[in-house]
């Protein structure tokens, strides 16, 4: 086979590729669109904020191999910064207030990144872990935070003024356009020469270094944009649920976030979306039966079951199994 012939041969499988992608997101769109009507907004609105969340963290983890304990506290920051500001100051618009969490969120970012990024491995997820901790204890002794209580009665407000935002409808579409809007900037970073830079650096750090690319620098830029977009969705949520809590700030839900990331697929745009769906669901469906008190044991099995079996998450199970059977 000639080189012309091979070159032929790529370029339709990548417009293959493109024209599945491309079919799917358009069916994934349209259930998005249509499924408030059918499943009540506010847990659609907890899914998609948990996916955000999750996508944020696999940016870190799934594509750069930055494993972080401590994206806990990037989720609550958010959530208090904007509850306290959108509680106390009655002028301030809904969307200020979010983009004032999501900024302090990432300041946060940053302030992890440098302390923690000249680490490797389970000296970095460590340092993460206890920074993350000495914010969990400063949302606990803080007055504003409202304490083990939590900020409770958030206004959801208007949108640019114009959209009332306590309209669950209203609320979800919004919810809906920030978590696409983030998605797409995380599948365009990803496809970027930045991103394929941080594949490198996950792959083979020293081979990286010997190229000659700053990736201490690349690292925590990647660690702040994760930072943004938890900090986002954790800003996101209190709005939704009108309620900012120290659950948001716990190491406890830093695994969580893991296990989404892990079950939905590491290292996939789609897999943590799958994953906080599956999750979310998983933690509903027990909360309402007689297992209610055996969640947190069930999934653990289920992180154990998927790093011994099923590593490549749903996703990556998925996307082999195409591979294999349909080419």
Not at 35 to 49: G, Q, S, T
């Amino acid at each position: 086979m000639s080189q012309s012939d091979i070159q032929k041969t790529i370029l339709a499988q990548q417009k293959s590729e493109d024209r599945r992608k491309l079919i799917l997101n358009t069916v994934l769109l349209v259930l998005l669109l249509l499924a408030p009507f059918a499943i009540y907004p506010v847990f659609l609105m907890k899914i998609l904020c948990f996916a955000l969340f999750a996508v944020a963290f696999n940016l870190l983890f799934g594509f750069t191999g930055l494993l972080s304990f401590g994206h806990a506290a990037f989720l609550a920051t958010g959530g208090y910064t904007t509850g306290y500001l959108l509680s106390n100051y009655s002028g301030l618009t809904t969307e200020m207030g979010i983009i004032a969490g999501t900024l302090v969120a990432t300041a946060l970012g940053l302030g992890f990144a440098l302390l923690a990024i000249r680490r490797q491995g389970i000296y970095f997820a460590m340092v993460t872990l206890a920074l993350a901790q000495l914010v969990f204890f400063f949302f606990v002794q803080s007055e504003f935070t409202g304490g083990e209580d939590g900020l409770h009665g958030i206004p959801r407000g208007t949108l640019l003024g114009v959209i009332d935002l306590e309209n669950n409808l209203n609320m979800y579409y919004f919810v809906l356009a920030v978590f696409l809007g983030c998605y797409l900037l995380v599948q365009r970073i990803i496809s970027s020469p930045y991103g394929q830079v941080l594949k490198a650096i996950k792959q083979n750090e020293p081979r990286a270094v010997s190229l000659g690319y700053k990736v201490d620098r690349y690292k925590i830029l990647a660690f702040v944009i994760s930072a943004a977009l938890a900090g986002l969705a954790g800003s996101m949520k209190s709005v939704v649920f009108e309620l900012a809590s120290l659950n948001d700030a716990h190491w406890h839900m830093s695994g969580e976030v893991i296990l989404m990331t892990l079950v939905g697929g590491m290292g996939t745009l789609l897999g943590p979306v799958v994953g906080a769906m599956f999750v979310v669901n998983i933690e509903y469906q027990l909360a309402q039966g007689p297992l209610r008190d055996w969640v947190d044991p069930i999934l653990g099995v289920i992180f154990v079951v998927t790093v011994l079996a099923f590593r490549g998450g749903i996703v990556g199970e998925v996307q082999k199994f195409v591979r294999k059977n349909m080419g």
